[in-house]
């Protein structure tokens, strides 16, 4: 099998017959007092953490029987909240609903989410996973696999924090385990920020202390995905020196920028040099449970008249979908790139349509002609399904390098050692060394590198966060002719939760 796909429920992986390795075993009944005993049965229960670092459609039944969806995965995933909103992406009124909500953007429909499309129900995971990092700790397994398996569990609730935080600010979660199950889980008040932001990076710390390099299953997490999130941890609460002393302790750990940007994004070369962490992706997954993870992207990018591989018969694009990408760029985007930029192919500003019988229609859809947007191509269109196998890089070493230029930056100005960071993105991509206006001040090149994190990293769930981070949300969206919202880029408490007693978002 190509890999080991992780991303499973506990409960699947005992019950079913799982895929990629991880092979079924019949436990009989099962209960506390004969599960989790071995090491191995350890290992089966921490690998439950993956189940929310998926592309599905979303997890079904798990804590408190609340279904939801998952922050790599299609509908109200990290693109969904951080990149479609912003001025990258072009706004998609057709289906109305969250998608015309988000690309607009105006975040008031989430004020009405119920817990299937709440992201605030992670909190419960929270709780979760604080239950579960005690049964490890209290086991009587090798402390080697306790640390490890701990690491693991401690990167999940990091991370989930982590992106809570970057929606909503503080969240009220439980991370003592011996108040699960009183009293306090009714209490929604939200934490000093200090508090919540000192629970994740002492998370993100154990983990990238105990977790390997290179695991031995491709998948799961490893020091330097708990090192990259901890830098981007440090540097959204603008803590720039232990950004810097953090992103400088990926360096080591033998990364290196591939030659050909676009390799990234292909099955062929999804295992790479550059490539810190990702979601594993299967081509014959549909975004079932039972399956592993989904690529739908290039489904939800191209036309339903582009002339790709989508297909069930003679090349073209069955099935009577019919939208123009529901995930289009803007063109104002486009324009900022230099027109020698290799990562600028990966956005088509032209394509020769086929009609719905599958031969050519005479004719070339461009922007003169009414295209809404470039076409967003970063996964391209390989396999002849809708679900794709191209893993979905999460942590790239060129965040990593960009990330240590703003930290420095930020204290020091655009030094030397700060610039050839930027270079050396920029020489990939095939353009131009960063100098002129753009060096002349901390301003100044604050500003360059926002701009060159898009151009790298658009499509990959950070742009939100960037600009919201920089101060740029609400001058970034008016360019692109984006309202900004009274929220600052933050999103709505929706009101069953205010009914609760949880706090509104500052700003709604």
């Known amino acids: 099998m190509k ?22 075993k019949i436990y009989g009944s099962l209960n506390p007092t004969n599960f989790p005993k071995t090491e191995a049965d350890f290992n089966l229960l921490t690998t439950g953490v993956y189940k929310l670092f998926g592309s599905k459609w979303g997890y079904y039944g798990d804590v408190g029987g609340v279904n939801g969806n998952l922050f790599f995965g299609l509908e109200f995933s990290n693109l969904f909240l951080n990149d479609y909103p912003t001025d990258l992406i072009a706004h998609f009124p057709n289906w109305g609903g969250f998608f015309d909500g988000f690309s607009k953007p105006d975040f008031n429909f989430m004020k009405t989410l119920g817990s299937d499309r709440n992201h605030l129900e992670k909190i419960r995971f929270i709780s979760k996973y604080t239950k579960m990092i005690a049964d490890i700790e209290k086991s009587v397994i090798s402390e080697a696999a306790k640390k490890q398996f701990v690491a693991e569990v401690k990167t999940a609730r990091g991370i989930i924090m982590y992106y809570l ?9 439980i991370t003592d385990v011996a108040k699960i199950g009183t009293a306090a889980e009714k209490d929604l008040t939200k934490p000093a920020r200090a508090v919540y932001t000192a629970i994740i990076a002492s998370d993100l710390r154990f983990a990238a202390d105990n977790l390997p390099v290179n695991p031995d299953d491709y998948g799961r997490f490893n020091k330097g995905c708990a090192l990259t999130y901890l830098t981007r941890l440090y540097l959204n609460e603008k803590d720039w020196q232990k950004a810097e002393l953090t992103a400088r302790e990926i360096l080591p750990l033998g990364y290196s920028l591939v030659n050909d940007y676009t390799s990234l994004f292909k099955t062929v070369s999804e295992k790479n040099s550059e490539t810190i962490w990702a979601v594993t992706c299967d081509p014959t997954a549909d975004g079932s449970q039972q399956l592993g993870n989904m690529n739908a992207w290039s489904y939800y990018c191209f036309p339903t008249d582009f002339p790709g591989n989508i297909t069930s018969v003679g090349g073209r694009r069955t099935g009577g979908w019919a939208w123009p990408g529901a995930f289009t760029g803007t063109w104002s985007f486009y324009d900022s790139f230099d027109p020698l930029d290799k990562r600028r192919t990966l956005l088509l500003n032209r394509y020769d349509a086929v009609n719905s019988s599958g031969f050519p229609a005479g004719y070339s859809i461009t922007r003169a002609g009414g295209m809404r947007g470039p076409i967003i191509a970063k996964y391209p269109d390989e396999d002849p399904t809708a679900f794709s196998g191209n893993d979905i890089p999460v942590c790239r070493y060129a965040d990593v390098k960009l990330m ?11 030094g030397s050692e700060a610039q050839g960071l930027i270079n050396d993105v920029c020489r990939r991509a095939g353009i131009v060394n960063i100098g002129g206006a753009d060096i002349a001040s901390k301003d100044a090149f604050r500003d360059a590198i926002l701009r060159e994190r898009g151009w790298e990293l658009f499509f990959e769930g950070q742009r ?3 600009l919201v981070r920089m101060g740029k949300w609400t001058q970034a969206l008016t360019a692109a002719g984006k309202p900004a919202g009274t929220g600052a880029g933050l999103f709505p408490v929706p009101q069953y939760m205010l009914d609760l007693g949880m706090a509104q978002t500052p700003g709604y």
Do not use: H, W
């Open 3 to 24: 890999k080991i796909i992780l991303f499973v429920t506990i409960f699947s992986a005992l019950f079913s017959s799982c895929k990629k390795g991880l092979d079924a």
């Open 165 to 173: 935080l970057t929606m909503y600010g503080p969240v009220p979660v």
């Open 404 to 414: 240590l230029a703003e930290a420095i930056n930020e204290q020091a100005g655009p």
């Open 464 to 466: 939100r966060i960037d």
